[in-house]
């Protein structure tokens, strides 16, 4: 099938790439015109494992390429995916204002008896795609075209996988014809199709992501009590997770959730939920739970430190997750921050993450100082901070760590370390929810 992807990002991008892995025919395109000409350059300005060797394979099959044109997209497809952001807003509800302006593009492009189905990509709030159908009619009355939700559900970091097989996909759509159209795109991916109205569709993905980060922040605060009473939250976690009601995903107890959608899409449901009259007040604990996360780490780190102004400490890990180059909302950014804000020296490495970091404003390399190594990060720190468990955190030479540090000290935030190891090499080390040693 001929198939367009409006906004070239994480979601679109590794879609574009996977659709046309599957065999169709796939045009991206995306209003930064650098992010354009690097795609077509063939540099991938995401890293996101598989994802550059499939986009040249698919680039050189010539069933993929990029364009800047909605036009050119348009023109050439029967399904058009809208995957532009839709960021939070200071009250937590989502700025559509990214959805609104493609769905006036569409409709200012779409020729008469061009029939298209629009299919959003984007994370939205119910009822968003009547508000897109309304827009493309208002802009374009002779418009022949069927709304429907397709949510994403991949992870940053197992993207390519996650999209090439899928747990499920949900097609939200009032219309036959465009739920035909849409199960053949999906037809190669052999994965189980639900089918559901585009509002239903729109909550899944919603009511999906702020069910995972409430077992995010119920395992936390489970940590929490651990550590008062002496108890190892990972067994705790083993023992409830065991249960094939409950299942042991998301049961990791850390420093919170963070990331480009946790954190805005628990936002996002609070709001909804408060615009529709209905509350969802569960949800709002599970927000003030997640921001105490942090907190309480820093306080055992200022604990075992008493000041931080001027203490050298090591931070391994500024991605949100291991295995992505995103630092949008990550954990490991404020943590840095706060520690500068305390008047820290820190040093910071990361396998992936330090560019984007910079690039974004998000860090101040005036203000941190971004290591080659994990090993140069922890030269005379007085404490080592692990806040992404990349796996590569877990196979350094410990014993070399310890030489170069001023104090053996490891506050582990991610539960990465073996406690009984760390203990023998001679660290005091802390982790998040289980005795300290
Ligand atoms: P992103 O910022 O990485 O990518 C969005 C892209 O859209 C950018 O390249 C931007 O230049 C482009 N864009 C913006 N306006 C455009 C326009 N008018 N025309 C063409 N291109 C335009 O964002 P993302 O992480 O891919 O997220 C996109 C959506 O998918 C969001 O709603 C997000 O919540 C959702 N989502 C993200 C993930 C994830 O893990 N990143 C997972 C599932 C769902």
Known sequence: ?????????????????????????????????????????????????????????????????????????????QVLFIAVPTPPQADGSVDLTYIERVAREIAAVLKP???????DKSTVPVKTGEKVADTIKRYNKNAEFDVVSNPEFLREGCAVPDLMNPDRVVIGS????????????????????????????????????????LK??????????????GADVEMVADGIGMDKRIGRNFLNAGLGYGGSCFPKDVKAFIAISRQLGTPFTLLEEVERINTQQLSRYIDKVRDALWVLKDKKIAVWGLTF???TDDVRNSVAIDLVNRLVAEGAQVSAYDPKGAEKAVEWGLIDPAKVKLTATPLEAVVDAEALLL???????????????????????????????????????????????????
């Not at 015109?33 to 991938?44: E, M, P, S």
């Not at 037809?187 to 999906?208: C, G, M, W, Y």
Request: glycine share 6%; proline share 5%; charged share 20%.
């Open 113 to 119: 008896g061009q029939y298209r189905v629009v299919v």
């Open 216 to 229: 995010i922040s119920y395992i936390n605060a489970v940590a929490a009590i651990c550590e008062a009473s």
């Open 387 to 437: 806040a992404t468990e990349w796996p590569e955190f877990a196979n350094q030479d410990f014993s070399q760590v310890k030489e170069k540090m001023h104090t053996p000290l490891v506050f582990d935030g991610r539960n990465l370390f073996n406690p009984e190891t760390m203990k023998d090499l001679g660290f005091t080390y802390y982790a998040v929810g289980r005795p300290s040693h």
């Open 174 to 213: 009032a219309s036959q014809r465009a739920t035909d159209l849409m199960k053949q795109v999906y037809e190669p991916f052999r994965a189980p199709i639900l089918v559901t109205d585009v509002n239903s569709a729109e909550l899944i993905k919603h009511a999906a992501n702020s069910f995972l980060s």
């Open 321 to 323: 997750k291991p295995d």
């Open 1 to 77: 099938m001929d198939l367009c992807i409006i906004g070239s990002g994480y979601v679109g991008l590794v879609s574009g790439a996977c659709f046309a892995e599957v065999g169709h025919h796939v045009v991206c395109v995306d209003n930064d015109q650098r992010k354009v000409d690097a795609l077509q350059a063939g540099k991938i300005p995401i890293y996101e494992p598989g994802l550059e060797e499939l986009v040249h394979r698919n680039v050189a099959a010539k069933r993929l390429r990029f364009t800047n044109s909605i036009e050119d997209g348009l023109d050439h497809s």
